[in-house]
């Protein structure tokens, strides 16, 4: 089933403790917060979309320069304990906020209805060589010579400095915190209101796109006739009544506000975020 809160994880509820935990500490300052404008110049319209805090993140690109590089490092910690290591599956960008305001697609809604797009079948499972994992990851019996935390944690260590870990970690949490404030802001419930009577003149009973989503009865297999019919649905509302538009508007609205909030904290970690990228363009050239 598609993720709902617009990460690059499942969506369902992935930011719901972060959002509730800084709510119950100050439900007056949650409550009584006046909505912020919307910037009319801003692009949401163009795919794959942008977010204000985005900025303030690795790209997918610059993420996917990051992993080949700690690949690497992994990969020449292991040849030093005797292990080959594979080299990994190519990486390629992906667009960090695909459906981050659920099915958007009514050709994917056609195919898969709710549930997220097939991973590639893996090939026959293999047996691991226990001493492999030991180099690997430090666990069962590893010898004297195997870094504490194994390979994997040596070249992470080696590779990504706490600033920089705590840096993109940061950028994440705000922008759950946005997702979340967007939910129970008045422009985004008027428009799940109007998405709702889209779908009851359909046939389909639920308030929120996010009901919809996480409809157990769509946790099959294989998707259903009737969740394809109530995914279609759902696309061809979320258009004729501008959700997505007016969900990524509003939530832009409470990224710059967190913007304005944290900017010297976000510019320090940009800072390290960009000296990782070129630390690891760095190991790249290397090998």
Known sequence: MASDDGGTRTIRDRFV??????????LAACAAEPEP???PGLRLDRRPLVLPLDAYHASPE?????????TELFRGCMA??????P????????????????LEDERLARTRGYHPSEAPRAGPQRVIDPGYLAAANGTGRPGAAVPPGGCEAEAHDRLI????????????????WSWERSLSDSRVTGVFAAWSSCMARLGHDYPTPRAANNDVAFRTDRPTPREIATAVADVRCKRR??????????????????????????????????SLVAASRAVARQR
């Open 62 to 70: 610059e993420e996917a320069v990051v992993l080949r590089a700690r």
């Open 87 to 102: 080299t990994g599956a190519t990486v390629t960008g992906i667009d960090r906020n695909h459906e981050r305001y659920l």
């Open 37 to 39: 404008p919307l910037d």
């Open 161 to 176: 400095p706490v600033p920089a870990a705590e840096a993109m970690r940061r950028v994440t949490d705000l922008k759950g």
């Open 80 to 85: 030093r304990l005797g292990f080959t290591a």
């Open 241 to 274: 009544t501008d959700v997505v538009r007016t969900w990524a508007a509003v939530e832009a609205a409470y990224q710059q506000q967190a913007i304005a909030r944290h900017l010297d904290e976000l510019r320090e970690g940009k800072k390290a975020i960009t």
């Open 17 to 26: 403790p972060l959002a509730a935990a800084a709510c119950l500490l100050s």
